[in-house]
């Protein structure tokens, strides 16, 4: 099994910055792609990054050219660092993680961002 412990969620004005953390534990090398999805209260959790194995990313359209997600295989640890946030930022932020089979898909327990006006 692997673990995810994330960390970093605060708050913060609008157009301020802020670094989330994914530390994995466990049977890591059985991931395949690592990714952070956000839930504001009332609507569906949304995909806003990935990173695969060898470093390829991808990001959703809403926080394309503002976020960046980053790894450290040494340290098993997954980054999200985060600049010009909007309001329409804020929600719980959780990292996944996914191997090549569907029991392979392993969750966070989150950390809250809220972003003021």
């Known amino acids: 099994q692997v673990q995810l412990v994330e960390s970093g969620g605060g708050l913060v004005q609008r157009g301020g910055s802020l670094s989330l953390s994914c530390a994995a534990s466990?049977?890591?090398?059985?991931?395949?792609?690592f990714y952070w999805f956000r839930q504001a209260p009332g609507k569906e959790r949304e995909l806003v990054a990935q990173?695969?194995?060898?470093?390829?990313?991808n990001y959703a359209d809403s926080v394309n050219g503002r976020f960046t997600i980053s790894r450290d295989a040494d340290k098993d640890t997954v980054y999200l660092e985060m600049n010009n946030l909007k309001p329409d930022d804020t929600a719980v932020y959780y990292c996944?993680?996914?191997?090549?089979?569907?029991?392979?898909?392993?969750w966070g327990k989150g950390t809250l961002v809220t972003v003021s006006s």
């Open positions: 990173i695969t194995r060898k470093g390829m990313t």
């Open positions: 996944n993680a996914r191997g090549p089979v569907v029991k392979a898909d392993y």
């Open positions: 466990g049977r890591v090398f059985r991931i395949n792609t």
